[in-house]
């Protein structure tokens, strides 16, 4: 039976006892990832700060702020509690779970721990966003994470330090014994009763990343890592069921094996998305940790969570809203963040760029098309003897992409290169791959690219098929072309320099007039709320807004004939019966990048590419553009309608 006012810390050494010592690589080893020491770390036992270098290993601590959670902290007082007793000297400004967190590293015979609200050092802007940029790695590197899922920062750990726990679901049964009824908590962010803790946009990088968590929830203790969960009420109990349904790690499978996901990705950004966060502007800083934490299976790592290699495919990101389901209502789409105008401490990278998810609150981010063009994978081929998988989306750059720190400057970072021609580099002419993780092998079944019937899809665009390519890491599987350079050892590495939340290039434009007709497009994959047309009543493309409350501003669409709403052709002359606009109530599009999307010709037996151009709709303020919402238009109707020539800047 359950101590009904403390803990029993046996418990909680027996279980990381058994995790380090007996459980999979996944929990003991990390040998994938470049140990990080903090720059600060609490010593329990001298109850004061020390050098991170110290400590073989140390704790983290993960937790709600709340609306309080401690003194501001000058340099003078940080100088002071690096000395012996010097958080006891200035205990008032050590919370209650943060003092009841010290007691247990203690109990669990650990001696150093991490807590962000005393390890990041004031008025040292360039530790801070070092730290910051390092907080993933840091709770990955942590031998264990204490989260504490109940109350805030005010709360305490009950049952741990001077304040005892109360249990109230003992109750009293015959002959002097007493019955425990289970109360098990919540560990998903999906799960609607799950804690609050689960809601705040900063817990969200420090549980996943976390390989071994002692989690204080519902007044008991639990574990859970990388293999198992066990809770203080059943001490001896693997809880398999909820292990499988608790996704602290699978989450993310592939890009922990340094994949580059795009899908997981998604997952990721989705979830954490639609967190609360205290300081909308913190959305970025909130989850820099993790992309840094996971840079290694992104080529050129991340831009405001967008990724730096397939950034010119990253800017068409969108939302799904639901559209593709059955009946039901649709998801609320997204609001733009706008700056709280806090005063004090202002973390780097606290911007809130239009052209980002960042800037927008809101679920279901998609980014997934990105993995489309990824997938050079070929399919059933095991001896390679099989055929290969149809393609998906190819995204050609048409433009230079810079990033600068302000709308007007002449110091801009070269940050993505327009290729010479477009497509993919046919897999017998790939001269320059890493030979230590690819292998290069001869296919002997040479597929013509354009073949295609219900055995024999088409090869990927700008593919021979001439040569596949097996990588280290992933035996018996075969891909097209050898995937971008990335690390086979995942390194702690803190980027050189910040964000830029200005991006810019020279492009096109083009102004169409729009009319409500919300619809799910399966020619480009899209959920749309608007149609584009010109002065011909001829549809041009669509337009997804940020939100259904936007397509009130449109007139509905007056449709010629009995055209069904995902038909619709486009450039057939009067199809769109409304008037067309004047100039001022025309949106202004910028062309981003020009997409292909591939379909089946029944007819000719062949994969056909309809072209088009990935478009922002944008407005400008002072110099400066900002997306209002994102489209497709046709690549022939683009250049039919002689676009201008623009310096884009976007903000």
């Known amino acids: 039976m359950l101590d009904p006012e403390w803990v029993d810390f046996s418990v909680a050494k027996e279980w990381l006892r058994r995790c380090t010592t007996q459980h999979c690589p996944r929990c003991r080893s990390t040998a994938d990832l470049t140990y990080v020491s903090p720059a600060w770390l609490i010593d329990t036992k001298d109850d004061c700060l020390v050098p991170g270098e110290t400590a073989a290993h140390f704790v983290a601590l993960s937790y709600r702020w709340g609306p309080s959670t401690h003194q501001d902290m000058d340099s003078v007082m940080f100088e002071q509690i690096t000395l012996p007793s010097g958080l006891v000297k200035y205990a008032g400004h050590i919370t209650p779970t943060v003092r009841d967190a010290m007691q247990v590293v203690r109990a669990i015979g650990e001696r150093y721990l991490w807590v962000d609200a005393i390890c990041l050092a004031p008025d040292d802007k360039a530790k801070l966003v070092e730290q910051l940029q390092l907080m993933g790695s840091i709770y990955a590197s942590a031998r264990l994470t204490i989260v504490a899922l109940d109350g805030d920062a005010m709360t305490g750990l009950k049952g741990t330090g001077a304040v005892p726990r109360s249990l109230e679901n003992v109750f009293d049964w015959k002959d002097g014994t007493k019955i425990l009824a289970r109360h098990l908590p919540s560990l998903s962010g999906l799960d609607a009763h799950a804690s609050e803790y689960f809601r705040r946009g900063w817990t969200f990088q420090e549980y996943i990343l976390s390989r071994r968590k002692l989690i204080f929830a519902n007044q008991q203790v639990h574990w859970q890592c990388c293999c198992s969960l066990y809770h203080e009420d059943c001490p001896q109990h693997h809880d398999t069921y909820r292990a499988h349904y608790t996704r602290s790690h699978n989450i993310m499978y592939n890009i922990e094996a340094r994949w580059p996901d795009f899908e997981e990705l998604s997952n990721l950004i989705t979830e954490y998305n ?12 909130g989850i820099t940790g993790l992309f840094t934490y996971i840079e ?31 009946s039901g209502p649709l998801l609320s789409g997204l609001r733009r963040r706008k700056p709280s105008g806090r005063t004090g401490r202002i973390l780097p990278n606290a911007a809130l760029p239009s052209w980002s998810w960042v800037g927008w609150r809101g679920s279901r981010i998609r980014i997934e098309l990105l993995q489309d063009e990824d997938q050079f994978l070929i399919t059933d081929i095991s001896n390679l ?38 497509g993919a580099t046919p897999s017998d002419q790939v001269s320059s791959f890493d030979a230590a993780v690819w292998k290069r092998i001869k296919y002997a079944g040479v597929v013509k690219r354009e073949r295609w019937d219900r055995k024999m899809h088409s090869l990927p665009w700008g593919c021979s098929g001439e040569y596949v390519y097996e990588h280290v890491n992933f035996p018996g599987k075969f891909y097209w072309q050898p995937l971008p350079r990335y690390s086979t050892v ?122 088009f151009y990935g478009v922002l709709w944008i407005k400008w303020v002072n110099g400066v553009a900002f997306r209002h919402g994102c489209g497709y238009v046709a690549k022939a109707m683009w250049e039919e309608h002689k676009p201008q020539t623009v310096d884009l800047v976007l903000g």
Not at 307 to 320: E, N, T, V
Not at 391 to 417: E, N
Not at 550 to 570: M, R, T, V, Y
């Open 274 to 285: 639609a967190r609360d966060l205290l300081f909308p502007e913190d959305a970025s800083p």
């Open 385 to 422: 003897n099989g055929y290969p998988a149809a393609r998906g989306v190819i995204t050609i750059p048409i433009t230079q992409w810079f990033s600068h720190s302000s709308p007007v400057t002449d110091k801009k970072d070269i940050f993505t290169s327009c290729p010479v021609g477009s």
């Open 296 to 326: 290694s299976a992104f080529e050129g790592g991340f831009l405001f969570g967008l990724p730096r290699a397939k950034f010119d495919a990253a800017l068409m990101w969108s939302c799904y809203f639901g559209r593709d389901g059955p």
């Open 490 to 611: 995942r390194e702690a590495k803190s980027p050189s320099h910040l964000g830029n939340q200005y991006i810019s290039s020279q492009t096109e434009r083009l102004w169409l007039a729009a009319v409500a007709l919300p619809v799910l497009r399966f020619d480009i994959e899209f959920e749309v709320h608007l149609s584009l047309y010109d002065k011909l009543g001829r549809v041009c493309g669509w337009l997804q807004l940020p939100n259904e409350g936007e397509i009130s501003h449109f007139p509905k669409a007056e449709i010629s004939g009995e055209w069904d709403s995902n038909l619709i052709p486009i450039a057939e002359e009067g199809i769109i019966e409304n008037p067309f606009l004047a100039d001022d109530k025309l949106l202004e599009l910028v062309a981003i990048c020009l997409r292909k999307f591939p379909y089946a010709d029944r007819v000719s037996r062949k994969v056909v590419y309809n072209d």
